[in-house]
């Protein structure tokens, strides 16, 4: 009789090698397409900056984005993510595009949720490549502003923030949309520090060309949407999304976040990559 090394029938441990591979594919289908895109992680980061205003020293700010709003599928996420923001008291909430798949229809169910969410210092959108494609910016723009939520378009607004001054720059979409930084940026003094909300993490290299930019705030990539556990590779990557996948990164006096989002395009899958909230504080780098 022919044996494995073990000394077992080698059929036999051909047979344990296929069960085991079937029941590791079933764990991992079911894992990806049941548990993990309906799993909210909640992930805090400190934001190192060289140059922050003394004011907005630990001011917190909250990061959704990449809904890709699917309603019943992702009725229990959403509210998930509604419950853990009211829970945090932020100072600020960004959100950088993506509500929709195709559908702009989703947005009626989608901010009558998010519309909920308040932050001390105001809640603010800017538009991503699907929002672009699918729907017509006027009248998403629209929704959002009497949802209470700003929606920037190559515009700014300046907060005031414990006596120092913070200006809020969004851009349109990136892909096969009409970003304008200069215009986004026009008129901000050069002391002010940026937080700029662009849909696409590559655009930061663009924006920094313009000037510091405080933290930019981005999402698009999904963060790979599936991952290879333990290394963290992401075999599929997006067209303005492949230098800044997820996560933190600096260059200079800026700083870029970009976010792995909430929702999923295609098929509803993650794997070691679960929908995420993102609380970043501002920390001076004097002070650390
Ligand atoms: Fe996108």
Same mark, same amino acid.
């Given at each position: &009789? ?12 051909? %047979? ?5 591979? +079937? +029941? ?15 799993? !909210?992680?909640?992930? @805090? @980061? ?9 004011? &907005?020293?630990?001011? %917190?700010?909250?990061?959704? +984005?990449?809904?890709?709003? %699917? ?11 509604? @419950? %853990? ?25 989608? !901010?009558?949720?998010?519309?909920? &969410? ?8 800017? &538009? ?27 515009? $700014? ?24 930084? +200069?215009?986004?940026?026009? =008129?901000?003094?050069? #002391?002010?520090? /940026?937080?700029?909300?662009? $849909? ?5 290299? /663009?924006?920094?060309?313009?000037? #510091? ?10 963060? =790979? ?7 963290? *590779? ?5 067209? *303005?999304?492949?230098? *800044?996948?997820?996560? =933190?990164?600096? $260059? ?37």
């Amino acid at each position: &009789m022919e044996t494995g090394g073990s000394g077992l029938p080698a059929a036999m441990n051909r %047979r344990n090698a296929l069960r085991l591979l +079937a +029941a590791s594919t079933t764990g991992v289908v079911f894992d990806g397409a049941w548990i993990e895109p309906a799993r !909210l992680s909640v992930t @805090q @980061q400190d934001v190192i900056c060289k140059r922050l205003p003394s004011g &907005m020293e630990g001011l %917190r700010i909250g990061l959704l +984005a990449d809904f890709h709003f %699917r309603p019943k599928e992702d009725d229990a996420l959403l509210e998930r993510v509604i @419950q %853990r923001v009211g829970q945090e008291n932020l100072d600020l909430i960004a959100l950088t595009g993506d509500f929709m798949n195709k559908d702009p229809e989703v947005l009626v169910p989608l !901010l009558d949720r998010l519309k909920t &969410m308040t932050a001390n210092h105001g809640v603010f959108a800017v &538009m991503g490549n699907h929002d672009g494609w699918n729907g017509n910016p006027a009248k998403i723009r629209r929704q959002f502003e009497q949802s209470g939520i700003s929606f920037l378009i190559n515009e $700014h607004s300046q907060l005031s923030i414990r006596g120092d001054t913070l200006a809020v720059a969004g851009t349109d979409f990136v892909w096969l949309g009409k970003p304008d930084p +200069a215009r986004a940026l026009r =008129g901000i003094s050069a #002391d002010v520090p /940026v937080l700029a909300l662009v $849909h696409e993490p590559d655009y930061f290299d /663009v924006m920094i060309r313009h000037r #510091d930019i405080l933290l930019q705030l981005s999402g698009h990539t999904h963060g =790979g949407q599936c991952r290879i556990p333990l290394i963290g *590779y992401s075999p599929i990557t997006v067209k *303005y999304g492949t230098k *800044y996948i997820d996560g =933190g990164f600096s $260059h200079g006096d800026s700083n870029l976040f970009v976010t792995r989002g909430v929702g999923t395009t295609g098929p509803r899958v993650r794997f070691a990559c679960p929908p995420e909230l993102a609380i970043l504080t501002l920390r001076q780098a004097a002070l650390v």
